[in-house]
């Protein structure tokens, strides 16, 4: 069974910072491409940053370049989002998911999802 399980979410203050870990089983990690998904109220699930299956290669949204970062730890099966320089309009539920893609920032690209985690960054 594929679970890919998020943590590291909670409230921070603007200026903050926080690592969001996402943890994968049930399929082969190494050959699957990541990426970071996250949805505020009332607004659609927009694209934040993925990493390729080598791990060599990272794309991030405008909006996050330059203060998020995307890694990806093989030996633990498990991708990580650093989070910097924080402000409100990055409060949304983050989610991770995985997939053999073809266009990265493609929402419906992506097989597996996990449940999301609440990162609320407070003015």
């Known amino acids: 069974q594929v679970q890919l399980v998020e943590s590291g979410g909670g409230l921070v203050q603007a200026g903050g910072s926080l690592r969001l870990s996402c943890a994968a089983s049930g399929f082969i990690f190494s050959r699957y491409t990541m990426a970071w998904f996250r949805q505020a109220p009332g607004k659609e699930r927009e694209f934040v940053a993925a990493i390729g299956w080598s791990g060599g290669s990272t794309y991030y949204a405008d909006s996050v370049k330059g203060r998020f970062t995307i890694s990806r730890e093989r030996v633990k099966n498990t991708v990580y989002l650093q989070m910097n320089s924080l402000n409100p309009e990055d409060t949304a539920v983050y989610f991770c998911?995985?997939?053999?893609?073809?266009?990265?920032?493609?929402?419906?690209?992506?097989?597996?999802w996990g449940q999301g985690t609440q990162v609320t960054v407070s003015s």
């Open positions: 998911a995985a997939g053999r893609v073809e266009d990265v920032t493609r929402l419906r690209d992506y097989n597996y």
